[in-house]
Structure formats: structure tokens, C-alpha cells
């Protein structure tokens, strides 16, 4: 049995970690707030953009217009950019997405698949195990922006135009909310339009009457060069989405991981504290029958 020191020690350790824990509860609350914002305000932009994109290639579609982005060709080496955390202590967050891209990996085992990695937890976990990165692009969450995010994806959309790969894919957590995200394999490149002719269905007299119809716009300079202009573009708010929904993910997965952590502190010091309050009342009671029986020993 612990002596009543031993339990002290864990007591008062136990305490300090919970305080530990909350602290970095209510910081990643804060941070939540500020990533939750930022991608929710992102959102509506990238769905908008890239309906405005499925649009203007249906219109252009009679004239013929194309984008070496929107070019699909035979797939034989793929990129994959896997979206982590520089820091742990947030639950499954990254093991979750590790885990997506090895099954990537693995499906994908007859393409030559390279990896790059944002975060250093994914860096480390494919290093030490023998996978090679093409590039890790540290330190990407210090100084997050729009700016930074559009100088990887020109990156990649540099290799794609080179014929260095034939398509290019980003695994990341997609944020729900503070407990839940969903881990998401999107396909950057070659650009997908939210809606295309394959996926839509085909149309009945019900719907006919009730779509709006499609109005043609002037375009200035020209049909090309708006579909040049957005195309690019659509691919780098498509990776600076990414890294937002990776970012409040993060701090959801980390926060609920701490309000966890400091539940289970709270739970050990009451098992303790009850710990040690039946082996003082044992040591208290074995000193007054000592007491006792020497006195009865006396008589």
C-alpha cells in the first residue's frame, strides 16, 4: 500500500497537470474562434468561385475553350500533399489523417505516389518510417495566409503543367465542429467543377420548368482569358481552404482533447483524495490498537 507521501505527491501532480490541461483547453478555444471564423468566411467564396467556374465551361463549351488545369490525361504518378499538425496533444486528429493517407498509399500502390507533407507530425511519421517527402513546407501555420497557401499550390500546379505528375491530391480534417471532423481526400489537380455533365442528372420537365434559365454574360477581355484568370485561382482557395479547415480542426480536436484530459484529472483526485483518506483513517486506527494493547499489556 502507497504511503499517505506517495498519494500527496500524485495529489498535488495530478492537480498541476489539470491546470495544465485546462489552460490549454481555453486556449484553443480562443484560437478556435479566430480559425472557425476565418472558414466560414472562406467557405462561401470557394463554392461560389467554383460554381462560377462549371458555369462559364458550360457556356464556353460550344467555342471550344479549355484549361491545360481542367485537362484529365492517363494517371500514372500522382502527387499526394498530406495536411497535418506541427504540435500533438489533440486526440486522433492526427493519427486520423495519417492513417487516410497510408490507405491512399496502399490503394494506390500500382501509381508512382510521392508525398509532401504541412505540419511536422506527418513529416516525422513517413521519415521514420522510410517514405520518402518530396518537400515539407515547414513552418506554413506560423505565418498562414492567402498568400502563403497560393505559393504551394503554384507549386504543385507547376508540376502538373510540367507533366511532372498526373494528378495531385490533398488529404486533410475537414472541420464540423468543436468534436468532429471528418478526414477528406480532395482531388486538386486536374481541377474538378462543382458540377459537370457526368454528375448531373438528366433533366425531366418538372425540373426544366423550375430551373432558372441560363443567362450568357459579356466577357472582358474575353471568354479565355476569365477562365484563365479564375482557373489558377480556383486551385489556390482550394488549398488555402484546405489548410483553414485543418487549422480549426486542429484546435476543435485539441480543445475537446483537453476538456477530456481535465475531466480524468478531476476524476483521479477524488479517487485519490478517497485513497488517502482510507489509508490515513487505517493508519489511525492501527496506532490506537498499538496504543491499546500496550496499555492492556501493562495491566
Keep these: 500500500m502507497a504511503s499517505l507521501r506517495d498519494i500527496r505527491k500524485r495529489i498535488r501532480s495530478v492537480k498541476n497537470t489539470r491546470q495544465i490541461t485546462k489552460a490549454m483547453k481555453m486556449v484553443s478555444a ?38 491545360p488545369l481542367l485537362a484529365s490525361r492517363p494517371v500514372r504518378r500522382v502527387e499526394l500533399l498530406l495536411l497535418t499538425s506541427d504540435r500533438g496533444l489533440a486526440g486522433g486528429f492526427n493519427s486520423n489523417v495519417i492513417r487516410r493517407a ?118 472582358e477581355p474575353s471568354r479565355q482569358a476569365v477562365l484563365d484568370r479564375l482557373v489558377p485561382q480556383a486551385v489556390n482557395i482550394k488549398v488555402y481552404r484546405a489548410l483553414l479547415e485543418s487549422v480549426a480542426s486542429e484546435q476543435g480536436a485539441r480543445m475537446s482533447a483537453m476538456e477530456n484530459a481535465t475531466n480524468n484529472a478531476t476524476d483521479m483526485i477524488s479517487s485519490y483524495t478517497l485513497l488517502y483518506n482510507r489509508t490515513r483513517q487505517a493508519v489511525i486506527t492501527k496506532e490506537l490498537m498499538e496504543i491499546v494493547s500496550g496499555a492492556e499489556a501493562l495491566k
Design 30 to 67: 480562443a484560437k478556435l474562434r479566430k480559425a472557425q471564423e476565418a472558414i466560414l468566411a472562406a467557405r462561401p467564396y470557394a463554392q461560389t468561385l467554383d460554381q462560377i467556374i462549371s458555369e462559364l465551361a458550360v457556356r464556353s463549351a460550344d467555342q471550344e475553350l479549355a484549361h
Design 102 to 219: 497510408n490507405r491512399f498509399l496502399y490503394e494506390n500502390s500500382n501509381l508512382q505516389v510521392r508525398v509532401s507533407t504541412v505540419g511536422r507530425k506527418g513529416n516525422d511519421f513517413f521519415r521514420n518510417r522510410g517514405q520518402s517527402i518530396r518537400k515539407d513546407f515547414a513552418g506554413l501555420y506560423a505565418g498562414l495566409n492567402y498568400r502563403s497557401a497560393a505559393n504551394v499550390a503554384e507549386e504543385l500546379t507547376a508540376a502538373f503543367l510540367n507533366d511532372e505528375v498526373d494528378a495531385v491530391y490533398v488529404v486533410y480534417n475537414e472541420f464540423v465542429s468543436a468534436i468532429s471532423q471528418n478526414v477528406t481526400v480532395a482531388q486538386l489537380l486536374p481541377l474538378q467543377p462543382a458540377t459537370t455533365k457526368a454528375t448531373t442528372p438528366a433533366p425531366t420537365p418538372e425540373t426544366v420548368a423550375a430551373a432558372p434559365a441560363m443567362v450568357d454574360f459579356k466577357y
